[in-house]
């Protein structure tokens, strides 16, 4: 997968909220309107459906917009959050990932960081789009990208 991502094109045109617009970061959109087909996506959805089920039994997550981050050393990203009654599923795709290249996602509550994820192959974190938290560049002890896909979801109430 990662050689794939290596591959598509990027554009730094994306920030992390209103506050920070003059940090831009690099961005490669996929288009959710055939995203089905993807067996990632597929397993995401799998994973996102049960896991809000059985949090809050009365939502109907769906996709809304998906993204491929590219994150070299060196740049910039702010503490943010994604959306109110939303989910975003974080799938950190690099094949390898060394403790010393950092890179980790921290997450925030009252200013402080409470907790940090490393960006292991493979792994997904899910989290409530209300909750703080900011990517981390890798050291200079990288020469590559951290490359992770966001994939973002509306939290709308099931129907009746």
Do not use: C
């Not at 896991?51 to 993204?67: I, K, Y």
């Amino acid at each position: 997968m990662e050689q794939w991502l290596e591959l598509l094109p990027y554009t730094r045109g994306d920030y992390d909220d209103d506050s920070a617009k003059e940090y831009l970061h690099f961005i490669h959109r996929i288009p959710v309107d055939s995203i089905d087909a993807q067996p990632l996506y597929r397993k995401v959805n799998e994973v996102v459906l049960r896991e809000v089920d059985a949090v809050f039994g009365s939502l109907a997550p769906q996709l809304w917009r998906a993204h491929v981050n590219l994150g070299p050393y060196g740049d910039h990203f702010t503490a943010h959050i994604d959306s109110r009654l939303r989910v975003t599923a974080i799938y950190y795709a690099n094949h390898e990932w060394r403790d010393e290249w950092h890179g980790e996602t921290l997450f925030y509550a009252d200013g402080e960081a409470v907790t940090a994820v490393a960006p292991r192959a493979g792994r997904l974190v899910l989290l409530a789009g209300d909750i703080v938290h900011r990517v981390g560049a890798p050291s200079r002890l990288f020469s590559g990208a951290r490359y992770t896909i966001a994939f973002k979801f509306i939290t709308a109430e099931k129907p009746s």
